[in-house]
């Protein structure tokens, strides 16, 4: 036994190694418990040789979304599948076909992958829910826009009496870090017709769900916060190599000093303005005004990529303060409920065709956008006193921002903001021209 042990005692040390180094954020969310990504093959139709399935792609979650390039899903099929045709979407590959000589499938892979079609699909390829390149909005954003659906007639079964799901599914949204749980039977997906007086019921319902992992992804931060008051001069900047390091020269291939010449490759390499955090986007929370029963924050996102617009984009901001009522002026917000802590979230996005577009950089200067936030007072917890007035968390678009160290928090004077006494020059000065009146 314990030789056994002995053996065994470095694969559970890595296994306690593994889940310390998974972060909360990586493994559980606690600002969106309930957070996934949902596929769902609806069989409404049999067919000769298989079935006809409505496959919908739903975004459940609350402020992550699905970015440029869009998703793309694949699996396995469990027998010898073929998909015949499709609506709103498409497969990659058609794969060898030529057991089918009278009717060609439009894939006959294994393992088909699958891509949505953009919104200039012809009309007659499309379909409801369809055709948006991929893209799916954050479900507390536009939840009009948080799903995505297409039409799959799937054959080569024979006269098989069972049907089988496929399995293996995988999710890229756009990049990795997605796991998804196998697909299985559901409760049958319920329809209304008639003006809703008439219940349509599928034959089939199949789920897969997929959560999100930026520890599996493996992926550099995108994001950085810096931070800034109105009662101390000092801006802590984002941490140094927020975003990663990279050559600090004048002009490199990722990397362009402002007032340089703009990047004009054509490729998908992202090319950003130099800076000491590396980060495509900067987040800025400044303190902007105290009152009486009030006060004011300035929140800023600036886009150092020369080469990408962020549509539709979101900021996240975890803050004690929102426990009390709070105004934005220029964004959209709402407050999301959270699981396992007291602080509140708020989440922001532009408005429609005003500011929802965070443009790229150009050589004149940083695209931008920016709101002011009015908050209400708790008298019971409201400071200025050691940096209790900047964010716990920030994230962009669902993307953890890097926060600068608590003890670089610009702090608050040891005497009373706003209560210097006159410099002394200044007090002789109101003494001349008083007696230049008195004189006069």
């Not at 869009?70 to 045709?85: D, K, M």
């Not at 953009?118 to 948080?146: F, I, Y």
């Not at 303190?287 to 929140?299: F, P």
């Not at 702090?411 to 007090?427: A, E, T």
């Amino acid at each position: 036994m314990c030789l056994a042990f002995h053996r065994s005692w470095p694969l559970a040390l890595m296994l306690v190694l593994l889940v310390a180094s998974c972060n909360l954020s990586d493994c559980y969310d606690p600002m969106d418990p309930n957070g996934n990504i949902t596929i769902t093959f609806d069989i409404h139709k049999w067919t000769n040789d298989g079935y006809v399935a409505r496959v919908t792609v739903q975004n459940y979650y609350q402020y992550r979304l699905v970015d440029k390039p869009g998703w793309t899903i694949g699996w396995t099929w469990a027998n010898a599948e073929v998909i015949w045709s499709m609506y709103g979407a498409f497969a990659t590959q058609q794969g060898n076909c030529s057991n089918h000589m009278f009717q060609v499938p439009h894939s006959c892979k294994k393992d088909p992958v699958i891509l949505d079609l953009t919104p200039e699909a012809a009309p007659e390829n499309r379909t409801e829910g369809c055709c948006q390149s991929g893209l799916l909005s954050a479900w507390s954003v536009v939840p009009s826009k948080s799903f995505s659906s297409f039409e799959i007639q799937v054959g080569g079964l024979g006269k098989m009496t069972t049907v089988h799901p496929p399995v293996n599914l995988t999710l890229l949204g756009p990049g990795p870090g997605y796991t998804c749980g196998p697909v299985s039977d559901a409760e049958p997906t319920v329809s209304s017709d008639i003006g809703g007086k008439r219940k349509v019921q599928v034959f089939r319902t199949w789920k897969s769900t997929c959560t999100y992992s930026a520890f599996l992804a493996n992926k550099s931060p995108v994001c950085c916060a810096s931070l800034s008051s109105f009662y101390n001069p000092t801006v802590t900047s984002c941490p140094m190599c927020s975003c990663g390091c990279s050559e600090a020269k004048q002009n490199t291939s990722s990397c362009i000093s402002p007032g340089n010449a703009h990047p004009n490759s054509r490729d998908d390499t992202d090319v950003l303005q130099c800076t000491d955090h590396n980060c495509p986007v900067r987040v800025h929370w400044h303190v902007k005004n105290n009152y009486a029963d009030h006060w004011r924050v300035k929140l800023t996102v600036s886009n150092y990529n020369y080469k990408r617009n962020y549509s539709n984009w979101n900021i996240l901001v975890q803050h004690p303060g929102f426990n009390q009522s709070s105004k934005a002026f220029s964004f959209n917000s709402t407050m999301l409920p959270t699981v396992g802590f007291e602080d509140e979230v708020a989440l922001f996005w532009g408005y429609d065709s005003y500011n929802n577009e965070l443009l790229q950089a150009n050589h004149d200067q940083l695209g931008s956008v920016t709101t002011e936030i009015l908050l209400e007072k708790d008298a019971d917890s409201f400071t200025l006193s050691n940096g209790w007035a900047f964010p716990r968390k920030i994230y962009f678009n669902g993307e953890n921002c890097q926060m600068p160290l608590p003890d670089t928090f610009p702090m608050l004077p040891n005497h009373d903001v706003g209560l210097h006494p006159p410099p002394l020059g200044f007090l002789l000065l109101l003494t001349l021209l008083s007696l230049k009146q008195l004189l006069d």
